[in-house]
């Protein structure tokens, strides 16, 4: 559990276990926030422009609802996303073929001119 939005799911996933004390959660929760601090103290000493990530403590139904809104809104989005990108190939399509078109009356013209 390298990320930390996982080891916070994570404790969040533990926290509604019935069988696992708030004691035990507390004691995870703190180890887990000095092992993450000691992390983050060797990160800026190493990076001087490095800014921690702080997570918010997240339960798994939370989590969820935002997972089904996200995914909710880019498939809505991603719709409307290809309707645009077929709308333009569509434009660029008929602007190919009548420069296409123009080119070919072009050099019909030319053509005809220097049979004569």
Known sequence: MKNRGTQQLF???????????V????QV????ERHN????????????????VNYRETKPRDYLGRLL???LMNLLYDDQQ????????????AYELERKQRQHHKK?????????
Do not use: P
């Open 11 to 21: 404790i969040g996933e533990a926290s509604q276990d019935h069988e696992i004390s």
């Open 23 to 26: 004691k035990q959660i507390t």
């Open 29 to 32: 929760k703190q180890a887990l």
């Open 37 to 52: 601090q000691k992390k983050d103290n060797y990160r800026h000493e190493s990076m001087a422009d490095y800014r921690a």
């Open 69 to 71: 809104t996200d995914t």
């Open 82 to 93: 290809e309707q645009m990108q077929t709308q333009k190939r569509q434009v660029d399509l």
């Open 108 to 116: 019909g013209r030319h053509y005809g001119i220097l049979h004569r």
